[in-house]
């Protein structure tokens, strides 16, 4: 889900294959465009994007995210659950290819906060998306090196 902080509205739901395709990003990752399948094009340039600051209370309420963001070498990638749910966290680069596997499992009813290395992975933009059960969440990270 990508949400307008502005209008305080989900603008792009990532929740049903085939609803949204990465169609472009330039080479350094800053500025990618999607499509829905709706047949709107949405661009972006992620230097106007604004991302959580290092205040603990800007995470609260958030079902999933990832902090820091911008992401350099470490990041914690945070999660609610309310029932036991089959949980998944994979990180895709804006072509809609897996770059990393980086959580598979069962979790019971709760949050947590799974630690995660970039490692080799090259800067740029990704989407991190959590299938939690039927329910997908989905967010752009940045990484730098």
Known sequence: MIYDIYH???VLSFDRPGEIEPVAASPDGKHFALAECNGRLLMY???SLIYASDADDSRKGEKFGVYPNPVSGEA?????????KDISIDL????????????????APGTYHIPWRTGNI?????LCRMRAG????????IIEN
Request: zero cysteines; hydrophobic letters at 25%.
């Open 8 to 10: 305080d509205k989900p």
């Open 45 to 47: 340039n992620l230097d």
């Open 76 to 84: 914690e990638i945070y999660f609610t659950t309310d029932t036991y």
């Open 92 to 107: 895709f680069d804006l072509s809609g290819n897996k770059a990393e596997e980086i959580y598979s499992g069962e979790k």
């Open 122 to 126: 090259p800067a740029g933009a990704y």
């Open 134 to 141: 039927r329910e997908i969440h989905t967010r752009v990270v």
